[in-house]
C-alpha cells in the first residue's frame, strides 16, 4: 500500500525519467535551422513518454503488488521469454547510453585540458571558436578527451555493478541532480535571458518559486530517501 514516505522515492524516480530534456539543447544547437524547431514535438514526446512510464508501472504493480521488485524484470519467472526481455534491455541500453550522456561528454569536449575552446557551450557554436590548425584542419583531441571519455563510461558501469538496489539509484539521482537539472537551471536561465522580453513582477516572482521550489525538494528528498535507505539496511 502506498503511503507518503514513499513520496521522495516517487518524486526522484519521476524526475528521474524526463532528465532527458538535457538533450534538448544541443539537438537545438545542431540543427541548422534553428527557427524549424517546433516545441510541441518536445511536449508531444514527454507525453508519450509519461503515458509509456505509468502504465508500465501501473501494470507491473496490479500483477505483482508489494512484491514487485524494483527491476520489473526481477520480478518475472525465469523463463525463455525472460531472456529475451534481458537481451532486449541489453541492446537498448548499448544504443541510448551514448545519447544519454551526449550533454556531459559534449561539455567536457570544450574543456582546455580535452583540446577544446573552454567556452562550455554546445554544437555548432562551440565547433566554431575551436582554433583551427594551419592547415585549416580541426585539431586531434588530446590524451584527457580520451580519458574523460573512458572514466566517465566506467563510473557508470562500476555504480551499477556495486550498488545493485536500482530503485534506490534512480530516486537519489531523479531529486538530487534532476531537480536542479529539471527545475531550478530552466527558471533561473529563462529569467537571466527574457527571451520573451521583461516580465511582470508576479511572473518573475512564480519562476523564483519555482526555481527554489525544486532546489529545496531535490535537498529534503534526497535526505529522506538516503535515511529510508539507512533504516531498511537495519
Known amino acids: 500500500v502506498w503511503t507518503a514516505h514513499d513520496l521522495p522515492t516517487y518524486f526522484g524516480i519521476v524526475l528521474f525519467d524526463m532528465v532527458s530534456t538535457t538533450c534538448v539543447l544541443p539537438i537545438l544547437q545542431d540543427m541548422e535551422d534553428k527557427k524549424a524547431f517546433k516545441a510541441q514535438v518536445i511536449s508531444l514526446s514527454f507525453a508519450i513518454t509519461f503515458f509509456t512510464f505509468?502504465?508500465?508501472?501501473?501494470?507491473?504493480?496490479?500483477?505483482?503488488?508489494?512484491?514487485?521488485?524494483?527491476?520489473?524484470?526481477?520480478?518475472?519467472?525465469?523463463?525463455?521469454?525472460?531472456?529475451?526481455?534481458?537481451v532486449s534491455m541489453c541492446i537498448g541500453l548499448f544504443c541510448t547510453f551514448p545519447l544519454q550522456l551526449f550533454p556531459a561528454t559534449e561539455i567536457a569536449d570544450q574543456w582546455h585540458l580535452c583540446g577544446g575552446a573552454g567556452t562550455g557551450t554546445l554544437g555548432q557554436d562551440a565547433d566554431e571558436k575551436v582554433p583551427l590548425t594551419p592547415g585549416g584542419s580541426a585539431p586531434a583531441p588530446k590524451i584527457a578527451f580520451y580519458i574523460v571519455r573512458f572514466l566517465t563510461i566506467w563510473l557508470s558501469a562500476a555504480v551499477a555493478i556495486f550498488i545493485p538496489d536500482f530503485g534506490f539509484i534512480l530516486a537519489l539521482t531523479g531529486a538530487l541532480c534532476a531537480s536542479t537539472l529539471g527545475i531550478t537551471y530552466p527558471c533561473l536561465a529563462y529569467l537571466k535571458l527574457e527571451p520573451d522580453g521583461p516580465m511582470p513582477a508576479w511572473k518573475t516572482g512564480c519562476y523564483y518559486f519555482l526555481a527554489l521550489f525544486g532546489f529545496l525538494t531535490g535537498i529534503v528528498c534526497?535526505?529522506?530517501?538516503?535515511?529510508?535507505?539507512?533504516?531498511?539496511g537495519h
Open 222 to 232: 534526497s535526505i529522506m530517501i538516503i535515511n529510508g535507505k539507512a533504516e531498511k
Open 54 to 86: 505509468a502504465s508500465f508501472g501501473l501494470l507491473g504493480y496490479w500483477c505483482f503488488g508489494e512484491t514487485a521488485k524494483p527491476m520489473i524484470i526481477r520480478s518475472l519467472p525465469n523463463t525463455i521469454f525472460l531472456q529475451i526481455v534481458k
